[in-house]
């Protein structure tokens, strides 16, 4: 069947181009239609629980996405001049069109409540552009005694002063963070910096690199693969066939995927650089083949026809094996990891099509002078692979009980680190370190009080429940307890406000300080606190019933663990202190969101890999039609990724979203090797009989063959390294590591295992 | 002070007018000379924000989410205008929602500069006095500011007569404020009736010159003041909205009992009346 395929390639080859072309072009005609998503709230299902609540949150307290401008004043920044240029950045940042006016937080727009000469003073903390010395005096110390405005509008060192932008839509984040860049750039002192921090603008500039990534990388690796194909094999000849074979793929793959309507995430925006390197492994097969055979026949057709014969297996399964890998990914509940899987599973078959009928297709239309001087260019090179390979298939052979127990410490060594790994991640560090955004995220969470939101909602059984005194209070002590932890930097809630205007009520008196004893006198506050300033402050943490309270907790790191640490000193607080009747808590916001996701992607790729576990094995029963060939072939792949993962737990980094990934893709890939050399090893050893002759012959071309694939494969992932994005650079660097793993474990445990089962399971001489 | 011919005297810095309040001499005033835009927002102010000598109307306001949850305030309100300079005192006692029952607010109105502002607080039995210049801010959580509820000065912006207009069988001027300091518009539409001189429509837009704020006048009534030969008529905005177009937020404001020249006294509007206003008042 495949071979008719391969034939009629052959005796149609401009046709099967020409097909092949229109497809690809009509693929590539969906490419404007791209669009990028990069919330990682997208993560989730829409109808995910966590994110459904998050989504009611978010409207409930007219919750926006907020960019965080810090203006760092190295000689202090409450002096006159300074502040001045903080207010006219202000007033230009307000004209922004995205840009929620009426709720930016800043000097300039916030009001400050406070008692005054028996007044109750309510005006903005910074009232006049310009100021006296004494004004800023001032208003240093308001900010210092107003716990709301404290450490989150100016730093308690008095160095940086803090503006919240919320912004309508996320997606408006990159260009309202280019257009606030420029303000800052115009209007700031020599002596004054800035960072733009907050979620948003890490999610919309990571989405923006992304596109660079895919423009810069994608092709970059593409000149990489096609410089190793050279490299191993030293014919140009070879670059055409591989070269559009791995673009067409791309373009199938991704057209397909812009085609259906699907947005190109983090995730997806990886195709090309996992698809390029796996589409050119079959053929670097078959051009093998073809070389070797045409050497001898010295006619194109049949070399092709007979090089490609012993292959036609091998390379199905070995496409199967590395798509359903893939595919397994849709096991996944998160939908942009199912996406990827999916797309690059088709890409992979599209891949192999092509290898099937385009690749022997553009061969034949080569000329045959081209292809003789290729022959006679490469006579007598000896190959390094050759001095490299030899010897391993020696050793492995004649120490196979010795391979064999040290396969087995490594495992066990694996294992061990496996134990130790730490999930974790965190989108701020989905950029390299010393990117501004990075930068930002560490000065301002040391400045301020952390600019990353969780929030807890405490919700009563009816309207006016969050008004009732014990309520309010036990909403403050839940504050108190919560901040004491390094990784809250601040809170604040209803309670807050409830005693602020208690305070400011009685004159600063401070046994005032505190929540009053009656749920009217905590309505006529919230009254007077809404009536007096912005009505969305109030909105923001009580609901229109206030049957719901919501707890702004600003924490100083976005990482997972942070996350559990305080959702875990949340309920050792409850645990001392029972809740009040009827009222339930539960956490939101996009720091407890991202936690949330993350825990699904874990059991998600864990589902993942054993699904694609049993459905590799499945495929190599069927394929080698024996249970022990099998499970002999899962041996490598299965050392390979405990090791590589032992390694990520021994050397301590995080198991985050790209390493994730990553486990599924091994599966896949790795029995790649395995494939070809047990299915060589078997069809040669039942024509030899011979189990050292076959060892011996395996170490020669099809030793080869797998090892440059190795090292096409391996190398081709390793231009992620490049990107200025984390997750590529880990899925680069990790990818390479397997693939090492994998090769070398394929060659060493397998002959050496081979030599102690194969004469039993192998049959031998028969043929 | 007499009743048909009533005087008021807009007190706008160096602004002291005297306005005829009987719309047939307004027209046959415009026949004669075609209004400058300053005049025609001086007269519109008048007819909106200081008929009569005073006044008490109760007041409902549903503050109405976009997704559609409601909060309702219901209270009283008074009002008495000064014999000059454009002043006036505001009372309002709050009758809902229940747990702010018994709050009242007065206000003590200046045209050109901060108001006087004093809240009682009766679950504390504290009446304090409120220091705040921003007269744009929220009147208790609406969507109207404190300048919607008692008007702007009319020196604070620059106005222009755009056009004369025909909506809906009625004739309006088109006037455009930009205020002369920064504040939370840059600009102001009004369809101002060029009968009754009220606004039946105001567009605000803010500092990224987008419609932010929309103002409708949705009814009109005319209610009777004065017996006899002193009968007039005062045509008030009865009901009116303002949306917020941005946040999708809106408040719809009723007026009901609506009655003019009670005889107030300028003392009443004091701190005593706060903590135990008249019956009469929050009947």
Redesign the interface.
Known sequence: MLERMTKFSLDRPKTVIGIVLIVTVLFGLQFPRISIDTDPENMLKPDQPDRVFYNRVKKDFGIHDLIVVGIVDKEGIFRPESLERVARVTSQILKIKGVIIEDVVSLTTTDNIKSSGGFLDIHPVMREISLSSKAVDQIRVDIAENPFLHEKIASVDGTAVALYIPIQKKDMSYRIAKLIRAILQRELLPEQTYHLAGLPVAEDTFGHEMFIQMAVVAPLAFMVILILVFLLFRKLAFLLPVGMDAMFAVIWAMGLLIGTGNTVHIMSSMIPVFLMPIAVMDDVHVLSEFFDRYRVLGDKRRALLEGMQPLYRPMLFTSLTSAAGFASLALADIPPVRVFGLFVAFGIMAAWLFSMTMVPAIISLMSEEKLKKILSEEEGRSSILDRVLKPIGRFAFSRARTVLIFALVLVAVGITGVMQIRINDNPVKWFQKGHPIRVADSVMNRLFGGTYMAYLVAEGKEPGSIKRPEVVDYIGRIQTSLEKSQLVGKTSSVADIVKRINLVLHDNDKAFDKVPDSSEAVGQFLFLFQSSGDPNDLDNFVDREARRANIWIQMKGGDNRQMSAVESDLENFIKTNPLPDGITLHWSGPTYINKVWQDLMVFGMLKAILGSFLVVFFLMMIGFRSLTLGLLSMVPLSVSILLSYGLIGWVGKDYDMPIAVCSSLSLGLGIDFAIHFIQRFQVHYAKSGNIDETNRYMFGEPGRAIARNAIVISLGFLPLVASSLTPYVTVGLFFALLMAFSTISTLFILPAALRIVGPRILNGGKS | MILVMKKAILGVIALVILIVGQAFSEETAEQKMPLSAVRIIEKSQQAFYYQGDDMKTNVTMELI?K?G???TRVMSMLRRNATEGGNQKYFIY?HK?G??RR?T?MVWKYPGKEDDRW?F????D?I???????KR??????DFTYEDISGRDVAADTHSLLRSEKLAGRDFYVIESIPQE?S?YTKRLSWIDKKTLLPLKEEYY???N?L?RVFTADKIENIKVGEGLDENVFPTVTRRTMKNL??GHRTEVVYSSVSYNLGLKDKDFSERHMRRPPRSWIR
């Open positions: 989410a997704s949850g409601q909060r709050f929602p747990d702010v709050m607010f809240i607080v009766p679950a504390v504290l304090k006095r409120i220091a705040a210049d921003d801010s929220s009147f208790v959580g609406s920064p939370e803010d500092v990224q987008e932010f941005k946040t």
